[in-house]
């Protein structure tokens, strides 16, 4: 699959953050690839591929199923996306805390509580995380160590997005979840009417036909509001938090991730982790 | 480059000469001057070739050209001073909002690209007189992610999510709800165009009706839509039932009966083969689905599910030699019918966004980089002869395609916004579309055959005195056929009196 299988329906466009705050289909996926058919090369790109937030709303809306942040970041790299394989020999759970957990040590210890069984990772994949994002080269003896720490884990449980979706692919044989699936059965009866749940865009939109169900029937049954759009896709934060909240009648908003907090501090709402919930 | 080498060859075309189909390119005269007029205007103009690649075809993916610049529209003043600029220099403008035509008509062969969708905001709802004021750029669905917020939804758009508003109300937009509230460009209430000479004027049907008038149905000829005013409703999930048929004519004859008697709230057909034709029909409320059962579901000549299938199976049991078809049948009916009943968009048997549910499964089912979707639009009386003639020119060029069939009812206040539109001169009360969509997945037919197959369904209108839904860009060359010359001269001459360079949209109409 390639930009070449795109068809232009835009359907992209309705979910990227980028064009909510930009209306330039230039900077949408959308854009790359109709400009890739004819003719662009990934050098006229890099404005573009560089603007991307790496949310994944695009991939569930596009009807031919094109591998979007797959295709991001190899335009920002210019090498395919790093491929790996881990045999699960263990049976351990463990916590990829994640850059805003880790730095909030008292909403760390909280999740971890409810997380029962579970163990904090000692190493994260921070700086995995970070060259994803950039599309810098990864050592290929920095990204077996990492894997290799997490052979002996069935069960894994990660806070950032983009890593999440990685590990979906390098542990085949574990199960690797978000935090706000995770964490799920331990605050749906919390949630109530007025609340505005957010979910982790980037966690959400990566396995979204498996996990719309569930989140439609939290809000089908605590008659909370989501950061849904009409096509069902997690609508992310950055940039376009005050759009999530237009027209909304809300009095408390739930975050799933910590990063994202601090962007509804102009609701003049309480703001509150699902782990404080629980 | 991924432009397919095979171009249309004269020889192929049946009907019309070959100059009439593909726009010749501009030649660039006085590009340098009209840069440097916008420049000095602070009018961003992008030439880069990247740019400018991302429009050079629609989704039709048949008709290809590059402009030589393209704006990304953000104010009325803006493309004020861009039109002035391109009368000054004689310099087209094409402009675009979801690119979604299929015949080239938001494809600009040279000169400048408006790509609109750059004005996409919601600028006011107003809940009680249920009435919302936005920019013309904004798809539909943005519109309604946004009206959903107060309960609220539009009347009638098409069953495509990246339809822009400006785009939908110059050509008509049709919905499943159409047969009952009409088409989109009746919504309308009020507009903001910038004419073609620059100057940007509020109309309505009270306030300079008479640009209000060119400018709904007016296939961009006479103005930039840069707002709208429009009506909007109480946000209703609905209940949806499907009826199966063997016979095309029968569907129609029942789809016809239950638009006449106002049955439903929501009506329209959509086929997988000759033999397996569905009627669907679907309901705001539980009172009109109770008057629905209690008077005309007995006089419906469509099975249901279950004993369709049942019919179905033994139609093909006892033709054993047509196991192809029945195969595509079923794998057609494997995927089609899932992605109809998502359940996440579907709760207490009630279907939610229609929209969504229904262009997700368009693009997904029909969608591809080329695509051939003829149309023909005739009064009800004329629609069965359409339907059954183009259905035959499908039969003999593809071996599957889906026949889209809905009516749009029509306000007789608004017959002067019909005048050289897509609704037939001749429909009262009702109008009725059909759109023939050859399933090409991965077959590849040459633009010769594509071209012919569109001409002799193009043609199956000019003998029977129909319209079409897209009937500019590649198809302009059926315009003076269907409509007459006295017409077209008549809206030329205006034409020529609103837009003297003639700048505008230059390559869809005229």
Redesign the interface.
């Known amino acids: 699959m390639s930009h070449h299988d795109c068809s232009g329906c835009g359907l992209c466009l309705l979910v990227c953050p980028v064009w909510h705050g930009t209306r330039d289909v230039r900077l949408t996926p959308k854009g790359r690839a109709r400009a890739i058919q004819h003719g662009a090369k990934r050098e006229d790109l890099a404005a573009s591929t560089a603007g991307c937030t790496l949310c994944g709303a695009c991939e569930p809306a596009c009807p031919e199923e094109l591998p979007l942040v797959d295709m991001v970041m190899e335009l920002r790299s210019g090498s395919p996306f790093p491929e790996a394989e881990v045999r699960i020999q263990g049976k351990k759970k463990l916590l990829l805390a994640g850059r805003a957990l880790r730095a909030e040590p008292d909403r760390l210890a909280r999740t971890l509580a409810l997380l029962e069984g579970y163990e904090l990772a000692a190493d994260d994949g921070a700086d995995i995380v970070e060259a994803l994002e950039a599309g810098t080269t990864i050592a290929d003896e920095r990204l077996a160590a990492f894997l290799a720490s997490l052979a002996l884990a069935r069960q894994v449980v990660v806070a950032e997005g983009l890593l999440l979706r990685a590990l979906r692919r390098w542990l085949a044989d574990a199960s690797v979840r978000g935090i706000g699936e995770t964490l799920l059965p331990a605050i749906s009866a919390k949630l109530r009417a007025g609340d505005f749940y957010v979910i982790a865009s980037q966690a959400f939109n990566c396995d979204q036909p498996r996990l719309i169900g569930r989140y439609d029937w939290l809000r089908a049954t605590s008659g909370c509001e989501m950061n849904l759009d009409l096509q069902r896709i997690a609508m992310p934060v950055a940039g376009q938090a005050r759009w999530i909240l237009e027209g909304r009648r809300v009095e408390r908003i739930v975050v799933e991730d910590l990063a994202e907090r601090a962007a509804f501090d102009f609701a003049g709402k309480p703001v509150l982790h699902l782990a404080e919930l629980a | 480059?991924?432009?397919g080498p095979d171009h249309v060859a004269p020889d192929a075309l049946v009907g019309i000469p070959r100059q009439r189909t593909n726009a010749g390119r501009w030649v660039a005269d006085g590009w340098s001057a009209f840069r440097d007029s916008l420049r000095a205007q602070g009018v961003g103009l992008?030439e880069?070739?990247?740019?400018?690649?991302?429009?050079?075809?629609d989704?039709g993916?048949t008709a290809y050209g590059l402009p030589h610049g393209v704006v990304?529209a953000r104010s009325a003043a803006q493309i004020s001073s861009l039109l002035k600029a391109a009368q000054t220099h004689a310099v087209p403008v094409t402009v675009r909002g979801?690119?979604l035509t299929t015949e080239g008509e938001s494809v600009a062969y040279g000169g400048v690209l408006l790509?609109m969708?750059?004005?996409?905001n919601v600028l006011e709802?107003d809940e009680r007189a249920l009435t919302v004021r936005t920019q013309a750029?904004i798809?539909w669905?943005?519109l309604?992610?946004?009206l959903?917020?107060?309960g609220l939804d539009y009347l009638s758009a098409p069953l495509n999510?990246?339809s822009s508003v400006g785009g939908t109300l110059g050509v008509g937009g049709i919905d499943v709800n159409s047969p009952h509230l009409g088409c989109s460009a009746d919504q309308a209430l009020a507009l903001q165009v910038v004419t073609p000479t620059g100057e940007i004027v509020e109309c309505s049907d009270t306030e300079n009706a008479t640009l209000f008038q060119r400018v709904i149905l007016g296939y961009g000829q006479f103005g930039v839509i840069t707002e709208a005013t429009l009506r909007v409703r109480r946000y209703q999930p609905l209940r949806m039932r499907y009826f199966y048929y063997a016979s095309l004519r029968a569907a129609i004859a029942d789809l016809q009966m239950l638009d006449a008697e106002e049955a439903s709230d929501y009506s329209g057909i959509l086929t997988m083969m000759d033999k397996a034709i569905t009627l669907l029909v679907a309901f705001d409320s539980d009172e009109k689905e109770a008057r629905f059962e209690r008077a005309f579901l007995s006089r419906l000549h469509g099975a249901g599910e279950f004993a369709f299938a049942v019919r179905t199976a033994i139609f093909y049991a006892l033709r054993p030699w047509r196991w192809r078809e029945a195969l595509y049948l079923y794998r057609r009916k494997s995927v089609l019918f899932p992605e109809f009943r998502r359940?996440?968009?579907h709760?207490g048997g009630k279907m939610h966004?229609r929209?969504?549910v229904f262009?997700?499964a368009v693009?997904?089912h029909w969608?591809?980089?080329q695509m051939v979707i003829p149309d023909l639009a005739t009064s009800a009386e004329k629609f069965i002869e359409a339907v059954e003639r183009g259905n035959e020119v499908c039969r003999r060029y593809f071996p599957y395609y889906t026949l889209y069939c809905v009516g749009i009812k029509l306000r007789e206040d608004h017959r002067t916004h019909y005048e050289l539109s897509c609704i037939p001169p001749d429909a009262r009360g009702r109008a009725y579309g059909c759109e023939f969509e050859p399933m090409l997945g991965d077959a590849v037919y040459s633009r010769d055959t594509l071209q012919s197959f569109k001409n002799e369904i193009y043609d199956v209108g000019v003998a029977l005195g129909a319209s079409y839904y897209r009937f500019g860009g590649m198809m302009k060359g059926y315009i003076r056929r269907v409509f007459g010359d006295q017409l077209v001269e008549h809206h030329l001459t205006m034409k020529r009196a609103a837009d003297p360079a003639m700048i505008l949209n230059r390559d869809v109409v005229f």
């Open positions: 480059m991924s432009i992008l880069d070739a990247a740019t400018r690649g991302i429009f050079a075809t989704a993916g990304i979801g690119g790509d969708t750059g004005m996409s709802i750029g798809f669905s943005a309604a992610e946004r959903r917020r107060q999510l990246t359940p996440e968009f709760r966004d929209t969504v262009s997700r693009w997904k969608g591809r980089r």
